[in-house]
């Protein structure tokens, strides 16, 4: 197979299901002929991870729970046993208590705003340590954010803080790593229904509203989300670092209610 991704190597983490956005640009990857190991956290989703690696081609599966360090430092160790170096790095990753995306921000405990920036916000930056090493000829790092870091959305409370500090992680990495030449960049995707998305309040009306209210009057795919992703893994964006790329169907440059739109 020859494409874009011909003779690229690197790990995906955040995969869940066929749903998830990783899955979105794993499958865009592999259509352009990266070769590519899958993070995942625990058994449970082993089970789902594994056949869909397979159907990728890979046979690299590696546990990793990037609340801990110790788990951080032995799945890059494994990485680097099998695949010394790598050039790209997808950090599809966000936790929070579900019971407090609803409801008042204020509400946030101590411990669980702690808990979502280390998942969400903080493990990019452990990731990104620990993969330095094995980028010496250069890669590409992309995480994934949504808008609610940079205008309220209701009930996305402590995670909209949290991918506040992802998408400034961003620029500070993007800042450490570039002389390495190593690309540091983030997908601000527009509402998709994955497990993820799930624990939000309200979701389906986040969705419905996007849909009336963007400027391509709909949502956005893994797809959509996907082929971004290549853009930002490939060379196509040799260039570019430090961005927050929207992949929103335009929804975030609309400052209103569209006069189409339905009450809903
Ligand atoms: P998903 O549920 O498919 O993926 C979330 C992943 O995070 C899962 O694979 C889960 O195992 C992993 N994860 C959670 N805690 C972890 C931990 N401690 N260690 C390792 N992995 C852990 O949902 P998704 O929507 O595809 O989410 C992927 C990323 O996209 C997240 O950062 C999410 O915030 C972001 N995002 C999602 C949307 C959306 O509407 N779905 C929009 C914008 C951004």
């Given amino acids: 197979m020859t494409g874009l991704m011909q003779g690229n190597r690197g790990l995906i983490m955040g995969l869940a299901n066929d749903k998830s956005l990783a899955w979105g640009i794993a499958k865009k990857l592999h259509e352009q002929g990266a070769e590519m190991a899958f993070s995942y956290q625990?058994?449970?989703?082993?089970?789902?991870?594994?056949?869909?690696?397979?159907?990728?081609?890979?046979?690299?599966?590696i546990e990793c729970d990037v609340s801990s360090m110790e788990a951080l430092d032995a799945s890059f160790a494994t990485l680097a046993e099998r695949w010394p170096t790598i050039d790209f790095i997808v950090h599809a990753i966000g936790f929070s208590d579900k019971n407090q995306l609803r409801g008042k921000f204020y509400d946030t405990t101590l411990d669980n705003f702690l808990m979502t920036m280390n998942i969400s916000a903080y493990s990019l930056v452990a990731v990104t340590k620990r993969a330095m090493p094995m980028m010496p000829n250069g890669g590409s790092i992309l995480t994934l954010t949504y808008y609610g870091a940079e205008k309220v959305v209701p009930h996305y409370n402590v995670m909209g803080v949290a991918k506040a500090a992802l998408e400034s992680s961003v620029k500070y990495l993007a800042n450490d790593c570039g002389p390495d030449g190593v690309r540091v960049n983030a997908i601000s995707a527009g509402p998709i229904k994955t497990l993820a998305a799930s624990g939000i309040g309200d979701f389906r009306y986040i969705l419905k509203w996007n849909e009336l209210?963007?400027?391509?009057?709909?949502?956005?795919?893994?797809?959509?989300?996907?082929?971004?992703?290549?853009?930002?893994?490939?060379?196509?964006?040799?260039?570019?670092?430090?961005?927050?790329?929207?992949?929103?169907?335009?929804?975030?440059?609309?400052?209103?209610?569209?006069?189409?739109?339905?009450?809903?």
């Fill in 213 to 264: 209210n963007s400027p391509l009057r709909r949502n956005v795919t893994i797809d959509d989300v996907g082929g971004a992703g290549l853009y930002f893994l490939s060379d196509l964006s040799s260039g570019v670092t430090g961005e927050t790329h929207h992949v929103d169907a335009g929804y975030h440059t609309v400052g209103m209610k569209q006069e189409d739109a339905p009450d809903i």
């Fill in 42 to 61: 625990g058994e449970a989703l082993e089970r789902r991870v594994r056949p869909l690696a397979e159907s990728l081609g890979s046979d690299f599966l």
